[in-house]
């Protein structure tokens, strides 16, 4: 079946460093992602939308200039936290469409990210 | 109000019980309606689509009231392996942006 990549599966690093994640559909092409954040006995919650090609779309409360996304190719988004702190320690994970509409959303293994 | 809403749990039942999980969601213009489940530490993973008529897939069953914006899943004869959180999940329509519950914890006991 389809799977969706990510990487890397957990990384840790100094306050004010910038971290970048990728996600990777691997036997699909993915016109939309979704990247989401999920911090310890709480729900996911819906960072942002990434479309190839264009902006990616930001949910209420999430700044664009903290989080920027790239979706260059149909198989690849990329979630760069930047100047990251303590608090964006988090779980975060990418999910990803088919381009051909099958209706499922398939989810990255997700990556774990803790801010010293 | 929150959007989708779960019995906060956690739940803690012996092997062979029957365990269901409620769940109310706030937009009524929610069209789609999943189960996830989710191991510690993992992404989470697709149990069932909910349908309005209800749907079963083996020990599972799905059902979906939407005049009183309910879901439920059922949980037959439960095994050690469906040790998990359970995420409701629903989505406004077909841009599959999804909106999750906070999760209920099922810890099967042998």
């Known amino acids: 079946g389809a799977v969706v990549s990510q990487h890397p599966s957990w990384v840790i690093c100094k306050s004010g460093t910038s971290v970048k994640i990728e996600c990777r559909s691997l036997?699909?092409?993915?016109?939309?992602m979704f990247w989401y954040r999920q911090f310890p006995k709480q729900s996911l919650m819906l960072m942002a939308t990434?479309?190839?090609?264009?902006?990616?779309?930001?949910e209420q409360g999430v700044e664009k200039d903290k989080f920027l996304i790239n979706h260059a190719s149909l198989t690849l988004s990329t979630l760069t936290v930047t100047s990251a702190h303590p608090e964006d320690s988090s779980f975060y994970i990418c999910?990803?469409?088919?381009?051909?509409?099958?209706?499922?959303?398939?989810f990255g293994e997700g990556s774990r990210l803790t801010v010293l | 109000r929150k959007e989708v809403e779960q019995d906060p749990g956690p739940f803690n039942v012996p092997e062979g019980a029957t365990v269901a999980f409620n769940c109310t969601y706030s937009n009524s213009a929610s069209q789609s309606f999943f189960w996830y489940r989710q191991d510690c530490r993992k992404e989470p993973k697709l149990l069932m689509s909910?349908?309005?008529s209800g749907n079963e897939d083996g020990r599972f069953t799905a059902q979906l009231n939407r005049a009183s914006q309910y879901i439920s899943l059922l949980i037959r004869d439960s095994k050690l392996s469906d040790s998990a959180t359970y995420l409701c999940v629903v989505s406004r329509g077909s841009n599959y942006k999804l909106t999750f519950g906070k999760g209920t914890l099922l810890t099967v006991n042998p």
């Open positions: 909910v349908y309005s």
């Open positions: 990434s479309n190839e090609g264009s902006k990616a779309t930001y």
């Open positions: 036997d699909f092409q993915a016109t939309t």
């Open positions: 999910s990803a469409s088919s381009s051909r509409g099958s209706g499922e959303l398939f």
